[in-house]
C-alpha cells in the first residue's frame, strides 16, 4: 500500500443572514445564556468564512454549503400561520417570539450536526454513505434534515458513488445528531477505519435528571447497521450524565479524535474503560500501530472548563492535501479563541504540544465569538468526510473554499448581511423579505444553481 488514497475533506456550512440569539439549544448553556441579545450577522459569517479558509489554507479539502432560505414559510403555515408574510410574522411573533426564531434559524450553520457520514472502505456497501441527521431534539433544527438532504444529493450522489439514506424515523427513541456523535479512527493510509459512536440515552434510559440527551443509542446503532460498518470495529460509549448536566450537549463538546489519536474527558462516558481497551486492543491488531488515547483528567480541566473554553470542539488536522503513509504525522489543532482566555485549556495545549508522542505540532486560535455564543465552536462548524482521493476530484468545484471563493463570499455578505440583529426585528416582513433574498445571491454568485 503506497501513495495518497484518502483524505478527510471538510464542509462548513456558511452562517446565514438571520444569524440571532433564540435561547432555543437544549441542554446548550451558551444558546440560553445568550437568547435574545443582539446579534451580528455579517460578523458571524464572516468570521465562519475565515475559520473555512484557515483550514483550506493548511492544504485540507475545504468546501461550503450555502445557507437555505429563512424564513420556513412552510413550518408558519403548518402551524396554522395564514396570510400574507407580514401578517404572518406580526401574528407569530405575538404567539412565541420561540417559534418566530424557530422560522428564521440559522442554526443549519453547525454542519457536525448535518449527517453521519462513512469512509466507503468502512462500509460493506463499499461506497460513501451518509444518513442526515433527524435533529428532532431541538425543534427548530429538524427541517434541515430535508434541507441538507438535498445538498447531499447534489453535492455527492451526483458525483460520485454514494448512498445517500433517509433520516431515522422523527420518534424521540431515535433521536439522531449526527458527526457531533461520531467519531472516526483511523490507520495512517484513512484506509482502516474505526467508528465510535456516543448516545446519551438508550433504552429509554438517560442517567440524567437535567437535559434531554441528544443523542440515543437506538439511532447510533441503526446508522452503523444502515452504513454496514464493521461490527468489530464500531463502538458504543455512552455519554456520561454529568457532562450533559454541566451543558455537553454533544460528544464534540467533550471528546475528540483524529486518524490515530482520542483525546477525551475523564467524565466523557460512563464506564467505558472496556470498550475503550478493546477500541485500543483492536487498533494495534489491525492497523500495527498504537492507538494514542489521551484522557484528560478533571483537575486538569473541569467539565465546566471544558464548556466555556470549547476545548474539545478544537480541529485537529493533518496539514496536506490527502495523505501518504510515509508523511510525518504532524498535526495542527484549531482552538476557538477562549481556549486562550480559560488557564487551564491554555496549559492543557502547552503540555499536548510538548508531550513527544502527542502528533499535535502547533497551535491555531480562531474567533468564533457569534457562533460560540450559540454554542458552536470550530468543530461543530464542519462536516468531515473521509473520501478517495479519486472521488475527491469528482466534486463540483465551485464550493471549494480558495482565495477567489472567499472574496466573492464576502463581497455578498458586507455588502447584504445585516451587522446586527434582534428576534423582534424579525417580525418585520420588508427586512424578513431583503434577508430571504440573500440565499438567491450567495447561489448565483458562486454558479450553485
Ligand atoms: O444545536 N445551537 C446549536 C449548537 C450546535 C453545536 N454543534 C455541535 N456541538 N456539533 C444546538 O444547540 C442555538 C440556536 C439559538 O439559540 O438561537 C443552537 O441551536
Redesign the pocket.
Known sequence: MSGVIYAEMNIDALIGPTH???????G?LA?MQH?HQVSRPREAALEGLQKAALVASLGVPQYLFLPPVRPRLDLLSALGFEGDLSQQLLSVYHTSSYLL?AAC?S?FM?A??SATVSAAADSAHGCLQITPSNLIS?W??AAESLERRIDFHDFFERNIACELHAPLPAIMPLRDEGA?NHMRLCDRSGQVGFNVFVYGESDGQSNSSSFVARQTRAASEAIARKHQLEPRRTFFLWQHPDAIAAGV??N??IATSHENLLIYHQHAFLDAEPTLEQLAAEYLQVTGRSLLRIEVAAEQLSLSEAVASYFF?SQILSPHTGRTITDKPKMVLICPRQCNEVESARHLIERLIAMPECPIEEVRFVSLAQSMA???GP??LRLRVPIAEADLRLLPRNLRVDAELVDTLSAVIERWYPQTLKLSDLSDAELVRELSQISFKLRLATNSW
Open positions: 440571532h440569539f433564540g435561547g432555543l439549544g437544549v446548550n444558546s437568547a426564531s434559524s442554526a453547525w457536525a450536526n431541538s427548530h433544527r457531533a450537549f454533544h464534540d463538546v470542539n450559540n454554542g458552536g468543530a461543530c
